[in-house]
């Protein structure tokens, strides 16, 4: 039942994809004629979505491997993410974090990438947090955070750009990537089952999270969708919570395949988040689309979009309880006219071409993202801070914007002061130095005028002597 449900998501996807580019034009078409075309592009269903792979198989049975001559292995791809820092301990530094529940243990490997000046505080930089490969079988997501903390390093140019159009940018940001999350599950698909999106014990960790947890859609598949016996009752998803609250990050992006699309809160209703937050992340979200993309993405919320809710999700935490600014999910990749029992040639390409240009195209928009996300953030703090009456945003805008706004200004009123308190010092010194010369010289002109008069006065007296003398001896 639930497979049946996924085909017929798969073919609105396609449905949408096909027209979303000349909706206005289907609009005006006669009725019967859009019946018509509908009903052509059901049964064709090329995709166009965000440079999807519409290549089919010829056995709709047949169960496509990994193919280890593009994928590594996840032990491989740590041991080299882990050799990647080692070259670059000036930029990047890994952690490996472990927690566990009744038995169940999980480890989450952590990347910060920070280039450390001398001149610019970790304080004031802007903090983005990534998380690829939270769903096991969706191998596409760990290599392309691999690619990308390359291109960080530079031990990897994307063609066609310049390493050094984004190094003064890079100077200002902090960088978390979690390259493989579900390392438990991404196990069982290494092992043979390819389907597997759940972590090690069964639990899907993008079900795991608080906000409107536990709730059921009438499709609910407990196989795939199981949210856990509570909210961050997985290890894995505790880690994420407890890093996302001690990083407080700006940008949060949680990278998934399966499809090709943008997405934005909310996960568990048809909305996007009102206001300047919600202006922002679709602006952001439109711009990576129009220029990396040709438009072809779906862009919106992820339960306006997919088709069907998503309860318990992280994106929806990010944004209502932690507060991020800007809360993404990205679907990298998507093939949908696979079977959906080959669940590896739907989540991940297969083919050498497709998957250098995947990881290519995808790095590039990540890079603009940490180009215009700071930017554009900047912006809407500046149309806040000009408005007289903070109270008419009535919660538009997220209460981070104007904390980080406030905060910029006490810091920047405390560098002042101090610069001020200098300059006060420096004119207290120079006055104490002159009053001190003048007090100086005053003491020495009065010991002058009294060694003078000294020196005369016993003269006299002894003249006087001398005469004296004289006279009583003639």
Request: with cysteine; hydrophobic share 35%; aromatic share 10%.
């Amino acid at each position: 039942m639930r497979e049946r449900e996924r085909e017929r998501e798969r073919e609105l996807l396609l449905l949408r994809s096909t027209f979303a580019s000349s909706s206005m034009g289907a609009l005006l078409l006669p009725l019967p004629l859009l019946s018509f075309l509908l009903f052509v592009a059901f049964v064709r269903s090329p995709s166009f979505v965000c440079g999807a792979d519409s290549s089919s198989s010829d056995d709709d049975t047949s169960i496509t491997p990994i193919p280890r001559d593009l994928y590594r292995s996840s032990d491989v791809l740590l041991h080299e993410i882990k050799a990647l820092v080692a070259r670059h301990s000036d930029s990047l530094n890994m952690e490996s974090v472990r927690a566990g529940s009744k038995g169940y243990l999980a480890e989450v490997v952590v990347v910060t990438y920070n280039r450390v000046k001398k001149h610019i505080s970790d304080k004031v930089k802007f903090r983005i947090l990534m998380s690829f490969g939270q769903h096991g079988r969706e191998l596409i997501t760990s290599e392309v955070a691999f690619r990308l903390l390359s291109v960080l390093t530079e031990e990897h140019i994307i063609p066609g750009t310049e390493p050094t159009t984004f190094q003064n940018m890079l100077d200002n940001l902090v960088i978390k990537v979690v390259p493989m999350e579900n390392l438990n599950g991404r196990k069982l698909v290494e092992a043979g089952d390819l389907c597997e999106r759940r972590n090690g014990r069964g639990v899907d960790l993008n079900r795991n999270w608080s906000v409107d947890w536990g709730k059921k859609e009438k499709d609910y598949d407990p196989y795939e969708e199981n949210p856990g016996t509570a909210p961050f009752s997985e290890p894995e998803a505790e880690i994420m919570r407890k890093l996302s609250l001690s990083f407080d990050p700006h940008i949060w992006v949680n990278v998934h395949s399966g499809m090709e699309a943008l997405f934005m809160p909310y996960d568990h209703k048809n909305t996007t988040p009102s206001g300047v937050a919600g202006r922002l992340m679709r602006s952001i979200l439109e711009d990576l689309n129009h220029r990396h993309f040709q438009d072809k993405c779906l862009v919106g919320s992820g339960g306006g979009s997919v088709g069907y809710f998503a309860h318990g999700t992280t994106t929806d935490y990010m944004h209502d309880v932690a507060k991020v600014p800007m809360s993404f999910t990205f679907e990298i990749y998507g093939n949908l006219s696979a079977s959906s029992k080959d669940c590896f040639r739907m989540f991940n390409p297969v083919d050498k071409i497709t998957f250098d240009s995947v990881i290519n195209k995808w790095c590039m928009a990540f890079l603009t993202l940490f180009q215009e996300g700071p930017d554009k953030l900047n912006d809407a703090r500046l149309r806040v801070s000009t408005l007289s009456d903070e109270r008419a945003l009535n919660g538009a805008i997220d209460p981070r914007f104007m904390e980080d706004n406030r905060g910029r200004m006490r810091m920047e009123v405390l560098e002042l002061g101090m610069r001020e308190l200098r300059t006060y010092f420096r004119l207290f010194m120079l006055s104490t130095i002159l009053l001190m010369f003048m007090f100086c010289s005053r003491i020495s002109k009065t010991k002058n005028r009294q060694q003078l008069t000294s020196l005369f006065t016993p003269q006299k007296q002894d003249h006087r002597k001398q005469e004296q003398f004289r006279y009583d001896y003639f």
